[in-house]
């Protein structure tokens, strides 16, 4: 009796100081309550040893444990009591007894008789319960009312930096943009520079050839004409008998007239072509061309997929569904008993009901096979089967598990079923049903479209009373929280991410499956465990919920979400949990009777229910999954029910 475990059933989890301890033929200690939903034909079977106890005269005649509830009296203390001293009454010094609700005002019996005989008067300690109600209420409204204004301004706050963010974003943007474009001007200024370059080389090389061509011409005839003019200048009458006089004349003649005839032809070389720099029209439309460079506009940020604010924390939002009992073609089979955890397969799975004959699990009523809408999956721990019920009509499909709801720990039997998953995850046929059978220390696995058998998978020394199970896709594996051993398994999944072997023909066979790749150990009793986006491993215990990093990093404890308490945001004890496709966290309070919604990053968002048996109302809720267009399905434990909102 040193540990607080043994203070609390073993069932539901409950202190034995709200329930009564009774004791079985074995030994252990269970609430009554628990054991009223275990009972089979005036037999128990105990849910830690599975040892059958005979029942003479109902479970009230079993004996009480006065023990454990008395160590349970010790461990919580008695509260004192104040006794309140007495209102006086000033005029006749007796103590006011009465409260009117019309003067607003303590009274005695006299001055009732006297002065408010006509009034409403009740007595003092009403008032007092009254007004305390009254006040609890409306403080708790004006509480929601904070909430919601807190809850505004972080949201008002997020809004702020997220448009920070994108402000810095789109200015990078248009920077690059900007530099881009100028890029891509001063590339073309290059190109049009040296295209410049070239037309001017190529003209200015024509006219230095011109030029070059006259002057080689002009010093070739300088020389020519030097010699004539000497040689006329020294004719005379005495020359002209010398013969040779009138050839050398003859020979200049002639050397002029070449000359003259082949000069070069100057008319086209004087002058150039002319280089134009054309811009196409640019400077009547560049200011256009420059406000068409990019927009900056507002737009309207997509509403969320789901809001739950909606959803009154005062328990009177009402339910769209409640499934209690199981019917079939307007025909009773039964009721809900004692459901831990729901599981939804969506119609795109496009799953089939194929009955099986040789399977002895199913229900003896079997509807025909054919394909149906969106399906659930119950885990009923009283009961020890999971349940499938289409969730449009709420027939009952058909069961997994026991028939007469006796346990057994037989391949393909169940005895005290928990936490569930199905997954497609190894290929798309068969659908896969995952299940924590928890009174046989083991998980099952099996073909969910005909309840076949297909694997189970178990560790003697760290799955202990495994309680929820969860399948991390990044990472390939399957996840398992133990709740006697305080510690998470992790074992080989569906997956070949997390194998040597990549083959993926392999992923259809399950041999290797729950193979144990780690234990993660927690600092309290693990209840259920769920992954998010990023692979974190999320672990729900009766404190707050743990957060791990990924398998591939080591499963490092990277922080915690809330306390213990009873203000939103703390929790008396934590059951199931989802996440949204918007990284949300929804887990239920189980011992709050609410639904508490955290953001992303761990921070309070939402939180709706409270304790009652009226719909909209919690008692011990522990499951909580969400359908594909992230309606809530809520395990309301207490009441046998599942909601759906």
């Not at 349970?72 to 009117?100: D, P, S, Y």
């Not at 957060?547 to 703390?570: A, H, R």
Request: proline share 4%; aromatic share 6%; net charge neutral.
């Amino acid at each position: 009796m040193d540990k607080i475990d043994d203070l609390e059933c073993g069932v539901c989890m409950e202190s034995y100081l709200d329930r009564e301890p009774k004791i079985l033929s074995c030994g252990h200690t269970y609430c009554m309550l628990c054991l009223q939903g275990l009972v089979r034909t005036n037999t128990i079977s105990c849910a830690g040893c599975n040892t059958q106890t005979v029942l003479t005269s109902g479970v009230a005649s079993l004996p009480t444990n006065y023990l454990v509830k008395s160590i349970a009296e010790q461990v919580k203390g008695k509260e004192k009591v104040k006794e309140t001293q007495g209102i006086r009454c000033g005029e006749h010094n007796k103590t006011c007894k009465l409260f009117c609700e019309e003067c607003k005002k303590p009274s005695c019996t006299v001055c009732a008789a006297l002065y408010h005989r006509a009034h409403s008067c009740i007595t003092i300690e009403n008032s007092l319960q009254h007004y305390r109600k009254t006040l609890t209420d409306k403080t708790g409204a004006v509480k929601a009312l904070v909430a919601k204004i807190n809850n505004d301004e972080r949201s008002i706050a997020d809004s702020i930096r997220s448009l920070q963010s994108d402000r810095l974003r789109h200015e990078q943007a248009i920077r690059a943009t900007m530099e881009l474009m100028r890029a891509s001007i001063a590339e073309r200024e290059r190109q049009l520079l040296s295209g410049l370059e070239a037309a001017f080389s190529q003209e200015t090389t024509k006219l230095l050839n011109s030029q070059t061509e006259l002057s080689s011409f002009s010093g070739s005839i300088a020389t020519t004409i030097q010699n004539i003019e000497r040689f006329a200048e020294n004719l005379s009458i005495g020359a002209m008998s010398n013969p040779s006089t009138f050839d050398s004349m003859n020979s200049f003649i002639t050397e002029l007239d070449r000359i003259t005839n082949t000069t070069p032809q100057t008319n086209n070389v004087i002058t150039h072509d002319l280089i134009e720099f054309q811009n196409n029209g640019l400077e009547t439309n560049i200011a256009n061309t420059i406000q068409n460079i990019g927009k900056i506009s507002v737009v309207r940020k997509a509403q969320p997929i789901r809001d739950y604010l909606h959803i009154l924390p005062d328990g009177k939002q009402q339910p769209i569904k409640v499934f209690s009992s199981f019917t079939s073609n307007g025909q009773f089979l039964g009721k809900l008993e004692m459901p831990c955890d729901v599981a939804v397969i969506p119609a795109e799975w496009a799953w089939k009901y194929t009955p099986n004959p040789k399977n002895s699990q199913t229900s003896q009523s079997q509807p025909p096979a054919r394909n149906y809408g969106d399906v659930f999956a119950v885990s009923e721990f009283a009961s020890n089967r999971i349940s499938f019920v289409e969730i449009s009509s709420g027939n009952l499909i058909y069961t997994i598990g026991s028939i007469s709801g006796a346990p057994s720990n037989n391949p393909g039997k169940l005895s005290q079923p928990t936490g569930l998953i199905v997954t497609q995850t190894g290929g798309p046929s068969p659908i896969k049903l995952v299940v924590a059978d928890r009174g046989n220390n083991r998980i099952q696995i099996f073909d969910s479209e005909n309840g076949r058998f297909l694997h189970q998978f178990a560790h003697e020394v760290h799955m202990i009373m495994p309680y929820g199970v969860a399948e991390i896709k990044q990472s390939g594996i399957l996840v398992v929280s133990n709740l006697r051993t305080n510690c998470v398994t992790i074992h080989r999944g569906f997956g070949n991410n997390n194998s040597n072997n990549n083959n993926s023909s392999q992923s259809n066979d399950l041999s290797s499956v729950g193979w144990l790749l780690k234990v993660v150990n927690t600092n309290y009793s693990p209840h259920r465990v769920i992954s998010n986006s990023k692979g974190h491993i999320l672990v729900s215990n009766a404190v707050n919920i743990d957060v791990f990093d990924t398998y591939e990093n080591g499963c490092k404890l990277l922080g915690v979400i809330g306390m213990k308490g009873f203000s939103t945001g703390q929790f008396q004890e934590v059951y199931g949990m989802c996440v949204d496709q918007e990284g949300n966290i929804l887990c239920v309070d189980h011992k709050g009777h609410r639904v508490q919604i955290f953001r992303p990053d761990g921070s309070f968002m939402h939180c709706f229910g409270k304790l009652g048996k009226e719909l909209g109302c919690f008692q011990n809720p522990v499951g909580i999954t969400l359908t594909k267009d992230q309606r809530i399905f809520l395990v309301d434990h207490g009441n046998n029910r599942v909601l759906l909102f």
